[in-house]
């Protein structure tokens, strides 16, 4: 596996790859991987030639009071572990490398679909997240990109600008893992004190409990009042519990497949999580 800081060193230890139309496989990431992260370079793994994951703690998709400096990064364990999973190419960037030091003029803003769940509590948050991607793109070339289903609104965000730009590659979306007691891995659960990290699960459970409530017929606005009263008793702030349909419009009645999305935070810390439930006749 080899190890690129630089945008020509990455380009050089792509070049046999492209020359020999090997399919191009791209995770990007954040860091600090684990499990989840790890399913998606297995899934790159089974589908292409050649595996590229991108670390790179973003720091134009973090808002002012958001957690970009103490954000975890471990760029020694994770190398261990892409290695293990059969990762090629391992690209972290500097910050300087990303953006240069001439300021950055052009910005990529996908409208509707961003105005909504957490693009409303993290105003700027998508649209930093299509420009770093864009950019690594152009960078990686890949045939196929993949991103969790963990962060639902973002890869719907990262569909619709690749099909607005045409940008040359087919983007895949990996379910989310979880731990054993339902909990969606994610590098923030880290911030977790030992008490609250037990409290967590209940984010899956109460989603667990809806779909059944939903398929008892109760009401669908009753069932998501239902999730925010087990998620505040349990000691949760709850910024967000919606439900919207598979392309993210509004719904009021549970009469197709839906997603229920959480936002909440415990202490300091916000978790997200969503859960498909499907419509049967
Ligand atoms: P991050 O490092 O948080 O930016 O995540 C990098 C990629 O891993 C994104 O596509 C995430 O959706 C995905 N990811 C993070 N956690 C999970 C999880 N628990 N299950 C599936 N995908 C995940």
Not at 236 to 247: M, P
């Amino acid at each position: 596996m080899k190890t690129e800081t630089t945008i020509q060193g990455l380009t050089a230890s792509l070049s046999p790859a492209r020359s020999s139309r090997k399919i191009i496989g791209f995770v990007p990431t954040m860091g600090n991987l684990h499990e989840g992260h790890l399913n998606l370079v297995r899934e790159a793994r089974r589908l292409c030639d050649v595996v590229v994951v991108s670390i790179f703690v973003n720091p134009i998709q973090f808002g002012p009071n958001e957690d970009f400096e103490n954000y975890p990064r471990t760029l020694e364990h994770d190398s261990h572990l892409l290695a293990e999973v059969g990762c090629d190419i391992v690209f972290a960037p500097s910050v300087e490398q990303m953006y240069g030091h001439k300021p950055r003029l052009t910005n990529i803003s996908v409208s509707d679909i961003t105005n909504d769940l957490c693009g409303l509590q993290r105003p700027g948050h998508f649209d930093g997240v299509a420009v770093v991607v864009t950019k690594l793109f152009n960078m990686v070339q890949p045939n196929f990109a993949f991103f969790g289903q963990k962060d639902y609104q973002q890869l719907a965000v990262i569909r619709q600008f690749v099909r607005d730009l045409n940008i040359p590659l087919e983007v895949i979306g990996v379910p989310i893992t979880r731990a054993t007691d339902g909990l969606a891995l994610s590098s923030r659960n880290g911030y977790l004190t030992e008490e609250q990290r037990k409290t967590a699960p209940i984010i899956f459970q109460s989603l667990k409990e809806a779909e059944q409530q939903l398929k008892q017929a109760v009401n669908l606005a009753e069932v998501l009042e239902n999730i925010k009263q087990t998620l505040t008793q349990a000691g949760f702030i709850v910024d967000y519990v919606e439900a919207r349909t598979l392309d993210l419009d509004k719904i009021e009645v549970f009469n197709q497949d839906v997603v229920l999305f959480v936002a909440a935070k415990l202490g300091t810390t916000r978790l997200i999580d969503n859960l498909q439930v499907k419509y049967t006749v």
